[in-house]
């Protein structure tokens, strides 16, 4: 089985920071970018004419443009001048399967490229922020002085688990550990 190919492409129109939104291609329907990731970092679209149609379609497609899943796609027009394109596909593929080359494999535009990279360095930022806040609210409950510094804030996690390796025996147990 051939692999589903999805092609990206860069829209016209603009989203909210001023950028150009990535809209991806599958099956002559035109998909629109989720607002988030999933948590492989894929990308997750759905259909860009659900407003009108009330087409519940998504597609869950890999950076390289490999599709990854797919829902159901119906009450979904195909882009004008797509169905022809499609019956020239398949009388090719009848005769005879080749093997896929450079040329076959979609080409992402850099500007995909781009605003993928600023959304997961936010991503990361934000689980960065968060490991942080967690670690300071172990180190309150803990009774360990809150510091800025990370390399303090590393030496005294390492203190109070020395310190914890050298309870009697009694103690540990009595915490079921």
């Known amino acids: 089985m051939a692999e589903s190919l999805v092609e990206f492409v860069s829209s016209q129109k603009k989203s909210s920071d001023g950028s150009s939104e990535i809209v ?11 607002s988030v990731l999933d948590k492989f970092g894929n990308l997750k679209f759905r259909c860009a004419n659900r407003h009108h149609t009330k087409c519940k379609a998504r597609i869950t497609v890999e950076i ?44 992402v535009p850099s500007v995909v490229i781009d605003k993928l990279i600023m ?43 020395i310190n914890g390796l050298r309870q009697p025996k009694s103690e540990v147990q009595e915490y079921g550990y």
Not at 67 to 96: C, Q, R, Y
Not at 131 to 154: R, T
């Open 24 to 34: 991806a291609i599958y099956k002559s329907y035109v998909f629109h970018k989720e």
């Open 64 to 107: 390289g443009g490999k599709l990854i899943s797919e829902e159901p796609i119906h009450n979904h027009a195909p882009k004008p001048g797509d169905v022809k394109e499609e019956e020239t596909d398949e009388s090719e593929g009848s005769s005879g399967s080749r093997a896929s080359t450079e040329d076959d494999l979609p080409q």
């Open 119 to 161: 959304e997961l360095q936010l991503i990361q930022s934000n689980v960065a922020k968060t490991i942080e806040k967690l670690q300071s609210v172990k180190a309150a409950i803990n009774g360990d002085p809150v510091s800025s510094d990370p390399s303090e804030a590393n030496e005294s996690q390492e203190r109070s688990f």
